[in-house]
């Protein structure tokens, strides 16, 4: 089994920035990650994708809301990857959950192919 938890969230003023973390783990010997995606959900809303980096490649995607505002990292090492949020808006307030992705998949947009996820962190943006 998988264990993903998030840090980083906090409260922020408008253009502010913040950095969440997302660190996997195991008590098995190792395991395989294919992805990390960020999502997030919004009070009264359905959770939404942000944001996800394929592990081998390093390759990252982004929601259209994100697209130039966030970036993604990785530290393969320590099986981690950062979400950098910049230009905060009131409307990115929200909980933000990690997952990971231990199987190979065409795609990782979709939540439902990631395995293991964090219990999210509050990210308040003021206005």
């Known amino acids: 089994q998988v264990y993903v938890v998030e840090s980083g969230g906090g409260l922020v003023q408008t253009g502010g920035s913040l950095r969440l973390s997302c660190a996997a783990s195991?008590?098995?010997?190792?395991?395989?990650?294919?992805?990390m995606g960020w999502f997030r959900q919004a009070p009264g809303k359905e959770r939404e994708f942000v944001a996800h980096?394929?592990?081998?490649?390093?390759?990252?995607y982004f929601a259209d809301f994100a697209e130039g505002r966030f970036t993604i990292s990785r530290d393969n090492a320590k099986n981690t990857a950062f979400l950098q949020m910049n230009s905060l808006k009131p409307e990115d307030t929200a909980v933000y959950h990690c997952?990971?992705?231990?199987?190979?998949?065409?795609?990782?947009?979709?939540?439902?192919?990631?395995?293991?996820w964090g219990p999210g962190t509050q990210v308040t943006v003021s206005s």
């Open positions: 980096i394929r592990w081998n490649e390093g390759v990252s």
């Open positions: 195991t008590r098995a010997f190792s395991f395989n990650m294919y992805a």
């Open positions: 997952a990971a992705a231990t199987h190979l998949s065409a795609s990782y947009f979709a939540s439902s192919v990631y395995d293991a």
